[in-house]
């Protein structure tokens, strides 16, 4: 990790600050938390990055501000099958001094399941960490439609003492009025503020700064089992074209399409949320999967038959550890 | 020795001398109606259900009672999503794994902060309080296979045919849930945890062997182990799974109207099993007189025996149930010699008209009529109905698909002028095309391409 800049946050009067990120897929976490470590600069940071996927590519995106990234993929850290590797990494990082410890949890992970495992971080680092509560962040353009297709979206809103609802630019003020709402009506208790790419005002930065855990709301505690992961894996390179043409066919069947790929120009990293593909060009990939997508879809969603319509091959990947 | 109904149960289930038989009124929705609440009010807000199962505990003086029948409790917990209605308990109206054969992580069994289960596990503990001494407490769990229907959706009965090796990755998963689930009820004080699995009757005994005996045999183990009794609650005709059902050794064995109590008796007995039931839920305890129940039950006392045998509702009782036909079974139960000497000479007056069936010869649309008790309350009549429905989005108007719900009075009528005598039941043109077993899709496009 390398200092270069002072932050405005000021230091937790107890302990190492541990603040969690959470949000449904492709809503924006880390871009919110690319943009909280570039105002962290000159503090001692860690990150905890956590994807359903194989793939790192979130924490390969955070790695470059240089802090001390911990990845702990395929599955979510608040589920009994990962939590295990979390509380581990809390551990082991609570003697090292940081400031502050930034958890971005996966999209699929449920937060209300976080409070008893926090109790066993405390509990094995005698009360090292001073959890700064939860920053949960909403697309406002697939909020309403996610309500009704995954049970976690309502718990994750429900889990935050502050909400964005963030992708304001890709909707109207009506639409935006009615999310807001229902982030309302499902956590009166959080505060909610409106941004765009994940960009918060210095009063907001602030107001996240000083989030203070609270009680969730009270909603029903359900499980997702509908999410699908396929992970496409690439033998040959792809042209662009190609690669576009398959995110186009799967993209509309899936909440969540990313990873590396093989180009003929080159390294890329995809990021495909619905219509929205963005491909970047990377020096290498991260991790030892090579060219390889990961899909995650909802149970409704056809992505199977998708990936078929696509002619791309998927192989059958549970969402979260080993089945029964 | 006077024994208290706890003592009652728990001495009938394990096969030891009781004082008399034990009654157990299956009062889920039903307890609402006594205090005017609403099926979904009952089944959601912890003090109208406490209230109400009090309420039962007072009026019917049961041996022992449900705290909630709900089938749909895991399922919920578990993503499917629910339709609520004012006098039957949810349908689960969503299948999260209808599109893919996907198995859940072991990691997703219910803990007792998910979906009701905090309501749930607050009122066992209130009920264990006040009646908890004297009365034995059900904990009501979904049984692995109707879970499997929940969670996968009609798909599941053709798995068993085509992919054997997916069910049994499924059914695991759902036995998982089923453990967790007969834990948290025995750690809330539950005397008798209550496996329920309906979809059971849909299934052939060698399926159900292949299937669900190791699961069923585990589980009943594992409660056994855990100083609680069991009882596997099915409904329909369970008849030829009788057998592979008890060699899975549960304590109790509870079946509905469609069984032979007598037929059953002989096997629960062979098998030390102890047999609850079969008072018909809606010809007598909805639509029939105190008399007709009294001499239900003073019928199924004179041919059964009292030995290993519990009295009981077939099923969760109608919403509208009349307290009266409830409390008359009950008397009759608590007092048989006094009930006999009510219901000598007593012949059934309750007589429903005719009703006016459809001329067959004449149909120029196919007509599939599929009866069942109630596709919004019975798992296997659901299943049945949505395998009718699939029928509909594949012919459109060129058939007709009609429900008839044995919950209507004339459809009681309607069964017997057409001789069904065994639900759900699909007829064709007013010949019977599938009984009990959910037919898969390929079967049932077969039988309907043959009259078109």
Redesign the interface.
């Known amino acids: 990790m390398t200092a270069r800049h002072e932050s405005n946050a000021g230091p937790p009067p107890f302990g190492t600050a541990l603040r969690v990120i959470c949000g449904f897929l492709g809503s924006g976490k880390t871009t919110l938390l690319q943009k909280l470590l570039a105002r962290r600069i000159g503090r001692r940071v860690a990150v905890v990055v956590n994807e359903m996927g194989a793939l790192g590519v979130d924490a390969a995106v955070v790695d470059r501000f240089g802090v001390d990234v911990t990845e702990i993929n395929n ?1 979510s850290v608040f ?3 990962r939590s295990a590797s979390f509380v581990s990494t809390l551990v082991a990082l609570a003697p090292r001094g940081f400031d502050e410890v930034v958890v971005e949890a996966s999209g699929l992970a449920n937060p ?2 976080m409070p008893k495992i926090l109790d066993v971080v405390a509990h094995n680092t005698q009360g090292a960490f001073c959890l700064q509560g939860c920053v949960c962040v909403v697309d406002a353009a697939r909020l309403v439609p996610l309500l009704s297709a995954n ?1 976690l979206v309502e718990q994750q809103i429900a889990a935050a003492q502050l909400v964005l609802v963030n992708k304001a630019d890709l909707v109207d003020a009506s639409t935006l009025t009615e999310v807001t709402s229902r982030v309302r009506a499902i956590n009166p208790r959080a505060h909610v503020i409106t941004t765009s790419f994940s960009t918060l005002s210095e009063t907001d930065w602030r107001r996240l700064d000083e989030t203070a855990p609270a009680e969730p709301a009270p909603v ?7 999410t ?1 992961k396929r992970l496409v894996r690439f033998e040959q390179c792809l042209n662009r074209e190609q690669l576009l043409e398959g995110l186009r066919c799967i993209g509309s069947a899936s909440y969540r399409v990313k990873g590396f790929v093989r180009l003929h120009e080159g390294w890329c990293r995809v990021d495909c949320v619905g219509a929205q593909i963005k491909i970047y060009p990377e020096s290498a990939p991260v991790g030892s999967e090579g060219s390889a997508l990961v899909v995650l879809a909802g ?6 038959d998708a990936l078929r319509a696509s002619g791309w091959t998927a192989a ?1 990947d ?7 | 020795m006077m024994m208290n109904g706890k003592e009652r149960v728990k001495g009938a289930l394990r096969g030891t001398a009781t004082d008399r038989v034990p009654w157990v009124p299956f009062a889920g929705v039903h307890a609402g109606k006594l205090l005017g609440h609403t099926a979904t009010a009952v089944l959601t807000d912890g003090d109208k259900l406490l209230a109400s199962l009090l309420e039962v505990n007072r009026i019917y003086d049961p041996d022992g009672q449900p705290v909630l029948f709900d089938l749909q409790v895991e399922a ?4 499917c999503n629910l339709v609520w209605s004012d006098a039957v308990p949810p349908a689960v109206a ?7 054969k ?7 069994v ?2 007792p ?4 289960l905090p309501m749930i596990l607050r009122t066992m503990a209130a009920m264990k309080q006040h009646v908890g001494e004297r009365t034995a407490l059900y904990g009501l769990i979904c049984g692995p296979f109707t879970l499997a229907s929940h ?1 996968r959706g009609v798909d599941l009965f053709m798995d068993t045919v085509i992919d054997a090796a997916y069910v049994k ?1 499924l059914i ?2 759902t ?2 849930v089923t453990m967790r689930m007969a834990d948290l009820y025995i750690d809330a004080g539950m005397d008798v945890i209550a496996v329920v699995d309906p979809v059971v009757s849909q299934i052939s005994p060698a399926h159900f062997t292949t299937f669900l005996s190791e699961s069923f045999t585990r589980l009943f183990t594992h409660i056994r182990n855990r100083e609680a009794l069991s009882s596997l609650f099915v409904c329909g005709d369970a008849t030829k799974q009788l057998q592979v059902m008890c060699a899975t050794a549960p304590d109790g064995l509870s079946v509905d109207e469609n069984v032979d109590m007598v037929a059953a008796k002989a096997v629960t007995d062979a098998h030390q099993v102890t047999l609850g039931g079969n008072i018909p839920l809606t010809s007598l305890m909805l639509h029939g007189s105190q008399q007709d129940n009294i001499k239900y039950v003073v019928d199924l006392l004179d041919k059964v025996g009292a030995e290993r045998l519990i009295v009981s509702p077939g099923c969760d009782m109608p919403y509208d149930t009349p307290a009266s036909n409830v409390i008359a079974a009950s008397q009759a139960v608590r007092d048989p010699e006094a009930a006999r000497s009510i219901v000598a000479g007593y012949e059934s007056t309750t007589r429903i008209p005719d009703v006016k069936l459809p001329n067959y010869a004449e149909l120029t649309t196919p007509l599939v009529e599929v009866f069942t008790l109630d596709s919004a309350s019975c798992a296997a009549c659901t299943y049945m109905m949505a395998a009718a429905n699939r029928l509909t989005g594949r012919f459109g108007d060129r058939i007709d698909v009609v429900e008839h719900k044995y919950t209507v009075k004339e459809n009681i009528r309607r069964c017997q002028q057409m001789g069904i005598t065994n639900l759900p039941a699909l007829y064709v043109n007013g010949e019977l095309a599938f009984s009990s077993l959910i037919p898969s899709e390929a079967a049932l496009v077969d039988r309907i391409e043959k009259v078109l």
């Open positions: 599955g589920c009994p099958c209300l399941d049970v029903a505690h359900r499980r997702d089992l509908s699908r149970g409704e969603q056809g992505v199977d059958g549970r969402p979260q550890g080993k089945e029964a | 919920e917990i578990l993503g969503s299948h999260p794994l209808s599109q893919s996907d198995v859940p992580c072991v990691c997703n219910p803990e902060t998910d979906g009701r969670l990755r695991s998963y036995e998982a």
